[in-house]
């Protein structure tokens, strides 16, 4: 069974579902109607005992294909909910099912026809178990992690907290492009995160730290609250105000928050030493664990052009 969309009812037990698996909030309902604000047709997929999240993503030439993010699969026992999904992928006309799963591992995905390709959600993560007091935390830290936040604390660095209002996007906006430049990285639209941000409704929030100095911002992050698990999604900084260590202060006053509001984990959304060793670095200043995922992967529904798509894929 599957639906285009979701009364109250049925919008808070898909959630229970979710967090009841320790799933991701790429998963949520929420998630849904943001990737439909986008402009996205979302299907709901839901039996007994399993459910995903789907969205159509249009190709040229009225070609399409279908991608489930973070979906909790269970092979070889669970191969039916898999085909549920693939049924669909067929009635849509879709090229390939995309999925980027847990629960399963790449040789049960491909006994049954899939493919690995390139990630779009993090591969891997490192995550720290919030079941400790603050102070445990604190001391779990790498040392020089440690004397940086005390640092940026000296200095006069003060964070707030705040749900979405526009002058404070605008501020996150800014420092996101200039880190942006900087780096030499892509980001997404303005219209992507002004609309990400503004989700607030029942067990899925969002909140923008900002980093001040003498009033004036220098850092800032995005940080999801889901069920149970805090995610770090998105940040950057005034690189003016390097030796101010804000972002080790807002990451600690994240963590906090994140004990305060409940959640059981801390996600710092990616973690590759050698894609990224600064970040990655960085982030492993706050303990923690690795977690791997077993990878995106495609399952070709029209095979002809399955690779007409990878061939313009590398020219692109």
Same mark, same amino acid.
């Given at each position: 069974?599957?639906?285009?969309?979701?009364?109250?009812?049925?919008?808070?037990?898909?959630?229970?579902?979710?967090?009841?698996?320790?799933?991701?909030?790429?998963?949520?309902?929420?998630?849904?109607?943001?990737?439909?604000?986008?402009?996205?047709?979302?299907?709901?997929?839901?039996?007994?005992? =399993?459910?995903?999240?789907?969205?159509?993503?249009?190709?040229?030439?009225? @070609?399409?294909?279908?991608?489930?993010?973070?979906?909790?699969?269970?092979?070889?026992?669970?191969?039916?909910?898999?085909?549920?999904?693939?049924?669909?992928?067929? &009635?849509?006309?879709?090229?390939?099912? @995309?999925?980027?799963?847990?629960?399963?591992?790449?040789?049960?995905?491909?006994?049954?026809?899939?493919?690995?390709?390139?990630?779009?959600?993090?591969? &891997?993560?490192?995550?720290?178990?919030?079941?400790?007091?603050?102070?445990?935390?604190?001391?779990?830290?790498?040392?020089?992690?440690?004397?940086?936040?005390?640092?940026?604390?000296?200095?006069?660095?003060?964070?707030?907290?705040?749900?979405?209002?526009?002058?404070?996007?605008?501020?996150?906006?800014?420092?996101?492009?200039?880190?942006?430049? @900087?780096?030499?990285?892509?980001?997404?639209?303005?219209?992507?995160?002004?609309?990400?941000?503004?989700?607030?409704?029942?067990?899925?929030?969002?909140?923008?730290?900002?980093?001040?100095?003498?009033?004036?911002?220098?850092?800032?992050?995005?940080?999801?609250?889901?069920?149970?698990?805090?995610?770090?999604?998105?940040?950057?900084?005034?690189?003016?105000?390097?030796?101010?260590?804000?972002?080790?202060?807002?990451? =600690?006053?994240?963590?906090?928050?994140?004990?305060?509001?409940?959640?059981?984990?801390?996600?710092?959304?990616?973690?590759?030493?050698?894609?990224?060793?600064?970040?990655?670095?960085?982030?492993?200043?706050?303990?923690?664990?690795?977690?791997?995922?077993?990878?995106?992967?495609?399952?070709?529904?029209? &095979?002809?052009?399955?690779?007409?798509?990878?061939?313009?894929?590398?020219?692109?």
């Amino acid at each position: 069974m599957f639906k285009s969309g979701l009364n109250e009812t049925e919008k808070t037990e898909w959630n229970r579902f979710v967090i009841g698996q320790g799933g991701n909030f790429l998963q949520s309902w929420q998630w849904g109607e943001f990737q439909k604000s986008l402009g996205k047709n979302v299907f709901y997929l839901k039996n007994n005992d =399993w459910q995903a999240l789907a969205i159509k993503h249009d190709l040229p030439l009225g @070609r399409n294909y279908l991608y489930s993010p973070r979906v909790q699969l269970r092979l070889p026992g669970g191969k039916s909910s898999i085909e549920e999904i693939i049924n669909l992928t067929r &009635k849509e006309k879709s090229i390939f099912l @995309r999925i980027e799963p847990v629960g399963t591992n790449e040789d049960e995905l491909k006994e049954i026809g899939f493919v690995k390709t390139k990630d779009i959600q993090p591969g &891997k993560t490192l995550v720290l178990d919030l079941g400790v007091t603050k102070e445990e935390l604190f001391l779990k830290m790498h040392e020089k992690t440690r004397y940086n936040i005390g640092l940026a604390e000296r200095k006069g660095v003060k964070i707030r907290k705040a749900k979405y209002n526009e002058n404070d996007f605008e501020i996150f906006w800014k420092i996101m492009n200039l880190t942006a430049k @900087r780096q030499g990285i892509r980001i997404f639209s303005k219209e992507y995160y002004r609309k990400e941000i503004q989700i607030n409704d029942g067990d899925f929030k969002n909140f923008l730290f900002i980093a001040e100095f003498d009033g004036k911002p220098i850092a800032v992050n995005l940080l999801n609250i889901f069920g149970k698990t805090a995610t770090y999604l998105h940040g950057g900084s005034d690189n003016k105000y390097r030796s101010f260590m804000a972002p080790h202060l807002l990451q =600690w006053e994240q963590i906090k928050e994140a004990k305060t509001q409940g959640c059981q984990i801390y996600d710092f959304w990616g973690y590759d030493e050698q894609k990224w060793p600064g970040v990655s670095r960085f982030k492993r200043g706050f303990g923690g664990r690795e977690v791997v995922y077993p990878g995106c992967f495609d399952y070709p529904i029209d &095979k002809k052009w399955f690779s007409i798509y990878k061939i313009a894929r590398k020219i692109m």
